[in-house]
């Protein structure tokens, strides 16, 4: 049975190969070339200081490639394997058949493996195999490596499967579309804390242990026993043979743990997942019991996306970077040996340094919010046509509310920061003020570009701007930020420096003495009356972000009133009845 189904899934793999369209070549041939060109530069660091390298710090640093290892697999494997085990097209037909699930797992298990852990595998082999090349390893050195190197990736792709196997069980059927952003949490909480064990077990930095050769885990670690086996084997000993066994029991072992579950996890799973769309209990309604009240149709239109964006835990992700980034860079900040005290420092440093940061988070984040807008109506758009609703109240309706979200998020983690670093209430006042008015022109441009490049994936509806437009979004947002930020740092520039600033003007030639004379007079107006120039400096910064926001508002409302072109992507490459490939919202 076995060999039919290897057989059936080598012909599946064959014709997708033959069915994929020419972009999906271009974007195979730049993987394996970034692959290439990273293979490179590791195995050129290798071939040059491989022989300097102690064998104290080989340990070290197997031991922690090893975990790297793992926590890839698990980090970046982890989607792969929920397809492959609940969203197949062809387990519909398999379970339907008088097949063993055992058999369809086997047959599961070993399409996943070519994906992430065969990459992962091939970027760590290669390295390995050239040092042991360089130090002219006895031959022993080869298969132990392989054997290892097999098992580390076979423990971290049963790991894999042991998420997607426990967790189909836990989350609710009602809940399968959020199932996949449950498990990317979850992993990535777990990967950040198996790479920070090093940093938790020590006083000292990781790259300080590393270089010393001192151990960065005990030895009933299982990934101190794969490179005790291949230090082992550099050398011919007959020590490898404990530490081998040991990593190709525990491999065992995972594999073992994963078929128990088969019946369990991967059958009733994939019923659980596919009938999650069923009846749902209806709940009474109390529109008899309270009074409704008819809002503006701007602040209907908002509510009703925020409504869409609270009961989808996917529309979250989003800010998944920014908790990482927070959160979890704190808490490596703090095992380092740091204390809260080494960042503070006088305000009148950290404060702009602070702005500046959350400015850069705004510059990424706003824009992309507020162009997913306009792809969420890829499904309902039909509603709003019948809506007595024009272009400007749509527009407007979703610039607020995808303004709104990251602002209060971003400005509570502003709270927390500026309250351990001690700053005054004007600069906590200011601060807030000054990114509110700022970023309402970022989400006015990713609600504009929106509307050009609107892109909705049923797999994956986090991704709803086609590639070229969002690399046109985090251009423009940056090119705005600087233009509106202009006034401010005009303001921020100190008087004392309107010496050194005219000797330059005076010195300089080209755009530089002009940019040099520019500052020079506003210094000088700035000396003379400080008040006034202020005031005018936050009325141009106004009249920049608002004025900025206003106009691509407009923009977008004109497009939906003539009409907007979402592209969806479908999931099978097979022409649809009457080759249509977009979906249009017009008004």
């Not at 399968?176 to 950040?192: C, K, P, Q």
């Not at 995972?254 to 128990?260: D, G, N, Q, R």
């Not at 109390?286 to 609270?310: C, M, Q, R, T």
């Amino acid at each position: 049975m076995m060999k039919v189904l290897l057989h059936n899934q080598w012909k599946i793999l064959v014709n997708t190969v033959r069915s994929q369209p020419k972009k999906n070549y271009i974007s195979y041939l730049v993987m394996l070339g970034v692959i290439t060109v990273l293979l490179y530069f590791v195995s050129k660091g290798v071939l040059e200081i491989g022989e300097s390298i102690s064998e104290n710090v080989m340990s070290g640093l197997l031991s922690y490639g090893f975990l790297m290892v793992i926590g890839f697999i698990i980090l970046l494997g982890l989607p792969q394997i929920f397809k492959h085990l609940f969203a197949a097209t062809d387990l519909n037909l398999l379970f339907t058949m008088p097949i063993p699930t055992k058999n369809i797992f086997w047959i599961k298990y070993l399409q996943s493996f070519i994906g992430t852990p065969l990459m992962v595998f091939l970027l760590f082999i290669v390295p390995i195999y050239l040092y042991g090349i360089i130090i002219e390893a006895n031959l022993l050195y080869y298969p132990v490596v392989f054997l290892v190197l097999t098992s580390i990736t076979v423990i971290g792709q049963s790991l894999a499967y042991l998420f997607n196997l426990i967790l189909v069980q836990v989350v609710p059927a009602s809940r399968a579309n959020e199932f996949m952003t449950v498990m990317s949490v979850l992993s990535g909480i777990l990967v950040y804390l198996m790479f920070m064990i090093p940093n938790l077990t020590s006083e000292l930095p990781l790259t300080e242990r590393l270089l010393a050769g001192l151990p960065l885990f005990p030895k009933w670690v299982p990934v101190t026993w794969g490179s005790n086996a291949i230090l082992a084997a550099k050398d011919g000993s007959i020590d490898l043979i404990v530490p081998l066994v040991m990593i190709l029991l525990l491999a065992s072992l995972f594999i073992l743990v994963s078929l128990i579950l088969v019946d369990k996890g991967f059958r009733t799973g994939w019923i659980r997942l596919s009938e999650s769309g069923g009846k749902k209990k209806k709940k009474k309604s109390n529109l008899d019991k309270s009074k409704v009240f008819i809002h503006h149709p701007i602040i209907a239109i908002g509510k009703k996306e925020w409504y869409s964006i609270k009961r989808d835990i996917r529309e979250w992700l989003v800010f998944m970077p920014i908790i990482f980034f927070f959160v979890f860079g704190f808490i490596g900040f703090l095992s380092g040996g740091a204390n809260i005290s080494d960042i503070q420092g006088p305000n009148e440093i950290t404060w702009p340094i602070a702005q500046g940061i959350f400015l850069f988070i705004y510059a990424m984040f706003n824009g992309q919010i507020a162009s997913t807008a306009i792809a969420r109506e890829a499904r309902s758009y039909w509603i709003l046509q019948v809506l007595p609703l024009s272009g400007k109240d749509i527009s407007f309706g979703k610039l607020w509310i995808s303004w709104l979200i990251p602002f209060v998020i971003l400005t509570v983690i502003e709270i927390i920061i500026g309250t351990l670093l001690g700053w005054s209430l004007i600069q906590f006042v200011s601060g807030i003020a000054l990114k509110g008015v700022i970023t309402v022109g970022i989400s006015g441009i990713g609600l504009w570009l929106g509307t050009i490049g609107a892109k909705y994936n049923p797999a994956n509806p986090q991704n709803r701007l086609r590639f070229s437009i969002s690399i046109i979004l985090l251009i423009s947002s940056y090119i705005y930020l600087i233009l509106a930020l202009i006034p401010y740092i005009l303001l921020m520039i100190p008087v004392t420096t309107i010496d050194f600033i005219q000797e330059v003007g005076n010195e300089a030639t080209g755009f530089i003495g002009f940019v040099a004379n520019i500052i020079f007079t506003v210094l000088t107006w700035k000396a003379e009356q400080p008040l006034l120039v202020g005031a005018i400096g936050i009325v141009i910064m106004l009249f920049i972000s608002l004025g900025v926001s206003y106009i691509f508002t407009l923009a977008s409302a004109r497009k939906i009133d003539k009409g907007i072109e979402i592209e969806i992507v479908r999931d099978t490459n097979s022409k649809s009845l009457f080759n249509k490939k977009t979906g249009v919202f017009n008004k």
